[in-house]
């Protein structure tokens, strides 16, 4: 037994490590990037921006007032609701399950976003699974039955929901937001692919909010993701955030880029137009099944999925195997990338089908 296997919590011991793949040399599908660089026209105005602003020898604005102005600006917030800044909408989730207590219940569906469940993990909570059907829709007769029984604290529901890529019904949404005291939290990672949204719905219901984040727009390497709530809800939690979560260069690049967001908006409409090509061309594929997205992935099932999986690493192109997930069975995701790429992944499983 060595020193770290005594000295840790069983639970921590017990996780499966959060794996990022070396994707060096590969075409990247796998983690729902926007796949286009800044163009270079803006990108000599915001080097500009960052030269005449940046003060690296001073921390950053503890409160990011600016960047907090800009958000609410751009997003529309009324008044009456406040955003929590968190490094990455990942670091969100971690400030909400702090605020419970041990042993306190976190519940989103299965299969969803991995996160909701490794950080409850982290942090002292249960974690329960809401079942969704085969179409991956909220099985919600059951879900009801266990959100009376459990009562979880929190509820995470990603819209769109990760992996699969589809909206959950919305009367379904207002009848768990209803039914329950859990401060529930609609994710909307996608919501620019989506063009739909709970933010209406904040003032209807005192223990919704809203998370949000900037990195699958384009701007992942930032790691910015806000929540959105009432003012005493967001002022209550923002106690937990470390002084300094969001630096500088972070505070700074999302105000230039939420200042100019043409041009994302351009790159967003662009990846829309070929999910919904790529979306058209893998389902004509015979062993494929696909799955409608509201997303900027695609969630398809196939015969022989970590087969396709590993011939595409050998054409060096990575997406995401899924196929070892409990409802997932034979199941990849693949990330919308530019034309040419998806061009070429569609060619490239386009031939390893014709073995069959
Ligand atoms: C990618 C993703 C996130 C994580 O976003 P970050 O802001 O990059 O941490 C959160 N929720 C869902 C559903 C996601 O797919």
Redesign the pocket.
């Known amino acids: 037994m060595n020193f770290i296997n005594n000295w840790l919590r069983e639970e921590i011991l017990a996780i499966k490590a959060y794996e990022v793949p070396n994707s060096e040399g590969f075409i990247k599908l796998d ?2 990037e926007n796949p286009y660089p800044i163009p270079t026209a803006l990108l000599k105005q915001y080097q500009q921006y960052l030269a005449q602003k940046m003060t690296l020898n001073r921390y950053p604005d503890p409160q990011a007032i600016a960047l907090k102005k800009a958000l609410k600006k751009h997003i529309g917030v009324s008044s009456k609701f406040d955003i929590l800044l ?8 971690q400030l909400l399950a702090l605020a419970c207590r041990p042993s306190d219940i976190v519940a989103s569906p299965s299969p ?2 991995t ?1 909701y469940d490794m950080v409850a993990k982290f942090t002292h909570l249960k974690h329960i699974s809401l079942p969704l059907n085969e179409r991956f829709e909220l099985d919600i007769d059951t879900c009801l039955t266990l959100i009376n029984k459990r009562k979880p604290k929190i509820i995470f529901l ?1 819209y769109p ?2 992996p699969s890529g589809n909206l959950f019904n919305l009367q379904h949404i207002k009848t768990i937001i209803k039914a329950s005291d859990a401060l529930v939290v609609i ?1 909307e ?2 919501d620019v692919y989506a063009g739909q949204s709970f933010i209406g719905e904040l003032k209807n219901y005192p223990n919704l909010t809203i ?1 949000r ?4 727009m384009g701007l ?1 390497g930032l ?3 806000f929540l959105l709530g009432a003012k005493p809800t967001i002022s209550q939690l923002n106690k937990l955030r470390l002084p300094y979560n969001i630096n500088t260069l972070s505070q700074l690049s999302a105000i230039f880029f939420l200042e100019n967001f043409t041009l994302l908006n351009k790159q967003i409409a662009r990846i829309k137009a070929a999910r919904e090509l790529l979306f058209q061309e893998l389902s004509k594929i015979k062993l494929i099944q696909t799955y409608p997205s509201a ?1 900027n992935f695609i969630l398809f099932r196939t015969k022989n999925a970590p087969h396709l999986f590993n011939y595409l690493i050998d054409n060096k192109i990575l997406i995401k195997n899924l196929s070892a997930q409990r409802g997932l069975e034979n199941c990849l995701r693949v990330s919308v990338g530019t034309t040419e790429e998806n061009h070429l992944f569609l060619t490239t499983i386009q031939k390893f089908y014709e073995q069959y």
């Open positions: 983690a729902m968190g490094n990455g909408s990942d670091e969100i989730i969803s976003f996160m990603a929901n990760n994710d990672a996608y998370m984040t900037l990195s699958k992942a790691r910015l993701g997303a």
